[in-house]
Nanobody, 120 residues
Framework: VQLQASGGGLVQAGGSLRLSCAAS????????TGWYRQAPGKQRELVAR???????NYADSVKGRFTISRDNAKKMVYLQMNSLKPEDTAVYYC???????????????WGQGTQVTVSS
């Protein structure tokens, strides 16, 4: 199983970006998906998470600006980021808890990260 994140880039404050994460490989179902970020000198932090039931939770710093979504048929996860701020600058990572068969075991996978830079 592999996760491939894309969509990062350089954007001015107030702008928008949409990150994508493509899952491939031996996947029976995708359970929980998430986006994390890590800024220089800081620990990796949760940005947004979505369960297979559709429940979402967001870091307080991004509530009302970011939206996590998924397309199960395409095995894609998205993060729509609006009203970006310089403090959103970080490497963004997607992750997913995946079932590889009809059993109950899940395995967590991470994407390789995509750089988001917001200029003031």
């Amino acid at each position: 199983v592999q996760l491939q994140a894309s969509g990062g880039g350089l954007v001015q404050a107030g702008g928008s970006l949409r990150l994508s994460c493509a899952a491939s490989g031996s996947i029976f179902s995708i359970v929980t998906t998430g986006w994390y970020r890590q800024a220089p000198g800081k620990q990796r932090e949760l940005v947004a998470r979505q369960t297979d039931g559709g429940n979402t939770n967001y870091a307080d710093s991004v509530k009302g600006r970011f939206t996590i979504s998924r397309d199960n048929a395409k095995k894609m996860v998205y993060l729509q980021m609006n009203s970006l701020k310089p403090e959103d600058t970080a490497v963004y990572y997607c992750n997913a808890d995946i079932r590889r068969d009809s059993g109950t075991n899940t395995f967590r996978y991470w994407g390789q990260g995509t750089q988001v830079t917001v200029s003031s």
